[in-house]
Nanobody
Framework: QVQLVESGGGLVQPGGSLRLSCAGS????????MNWYRQAPGNQREFVAT???????GYADSVKGRFTISRDNAKNMVYLQMNSLKPDDTAVYFC?????????WGQGTQVTVSS
């Protein structure tokens, strides 16, 4: 079955960095676009970044220039390097893949940006 497992979250001070990881299994990882989303308390889940199967990337305006998505198809991993973190980046971060029209999500990893 399709599984996504995120890791790497934690508490970081404003201006700091974190690297999130998402391990995929149960599907042919290289065939699908991989995405990061986030959800802050009281807010809807929002798109953060995508890494397509063709190697293209895309970002939400709010993280452009600060976050970098990458993928390692040999390891079935997708990463989110987050730099210059702000308190507004505090959220649970989720990995998502869509296969045959169905969305699969990981359990999420908490990122807290606070001094």
């Amino acid at each position: 079955q399709v599984q996504l497992v995120e890791s790497g979250g934690g508490l970081v001070q404003p201006g700091g960095s974190l690297r999130l990881s998402c391990a995929g299994s149960g599907f042919i990882f290289s065939d699908y676009n991989m995405n990061w989303y986030r959800q802050a308390p009281g807010n809807q889940r929002e798109f953060v970044a995508t890494a397509t199967r063709w190697g293209n990337t895309g970002y939400a305006d709010s993280v452009k220039g600060r976050f970098t998505i990458s993928r390692d198809n040999a390891k079935n991993m997708v990463y989110l390097q987050m730099n210059s973190l702000k308190p507004d980046d505090t959220a649970v971060y989720f990995c998502r893949v869509t296969i045959l029209g169905r969305d699969y999500w990981g359990q999420g990893t908490q990122v807290t940006v606070s001094s």
